[in-house]
């Protein structure tokens, strides 16, 4: 029903940046929570970042003030800029939609590798 796509993983060095961007087909997705999750080998799935359908946003500990979640309902796409970036950022990221009633939907991933 929802389509999600997420694009900008890739290879940064440790305290360089990168810009993951998911874009959602099929439905609007303003209504619903969006974040990002993120799974190192060998380690659960853990939640990276969140933002709700008002904007609030909301971040785990190992990444507050380097990450910055964001989402433009025009055009129907949530964003993760990654600053200040850490080899243990390295992980599968995954945009995560969650409607208030309904199953979540889950995008493939993104790889991103951060190392000197």
């Known amino acids: 029903q929802v389509q999600l796509v997420e694009s900008g993983g890739g290879l940064a060095q440790p305290g360089g940046s990168l810009r993951l961007s998911c874009a959602a087909s099929g439905k609007i997705v303003s209504t619903y929570y969006m974040g990002w999750y993120r799974q190192a080998p060998g380690k659960l799935r853990e939640l990276v970042a969140r933002?709700?359908?008002?904007?609030?946003?909301s971040y785990a500990d190992s990444v507050k003030g380097r990450f910055t979640v964001s989402r433009d309902n025009a055009k129907n796409t949530v964003d993760l800029q990654m600053s200040s970036l850490k080899p243990e950022d390295t992980a599968v990221y995954y945009c995560?939609?969650?409607?208030?009633?309904?199953?979540?939907?889950w995008g493939k991933g993104t790889l991103v590798t951060v190392s000197s």
């Open positions: 995560n939609a969650a409607p208030a009633f309904g199953a979540n939907y």
């Open positions: 933002v709700t359908s008002g904007g609030t946003t």
